[in-house]
């Protein structure tokens, strides 16, 4: 499955179940504006500053974990299962 691309400052990622098709998901979090400050919640909380536009931040995803991710600026999230 390819990643998909999604633009905003609130993102929710329901649970999936990776192993059972064989494959890692992945979350990719690029910073549109300078200064961004992203939360991330679900099996681990994480606080990040992206510091630069572009700057980007990647995390594995785990099985059967809702995750949700918030800004106080546009980011773009990137989701998706790799093989």
């Known amino acids: 499955m390819l990643l998909q691309e999604t633009l ?3 993102y929710y990622i329901p649970p999936l179940n990776y192993t ?7 979350l990719i979090v ?4 300078d200064s961004t400050v ?15 536009e572009g700057d980007s931040y990647a995390r594995n995803l785990t099985d059967q974990q809702v ?3 918030s ?7 990137n989701i998706g299962m790799l093989e």
């Open 30 to 33: 690029t910073a549109t504006e």
């Open 8 to 10: 905003g400052t609130r």
């Open 71 to 77: 800004a106080g600026k546009p980011k773009r999230n």
């Open 38 to 52: 992203v939360n991330l919640f679900g099996d681990y909380d994480d606080l990040v500053l992206l510091e630069w």
């Open 20 to 26: 059972f098709v064989g494959a890692t998901g992945s």
């Open 67 to 69: 995750r949700f991710v």
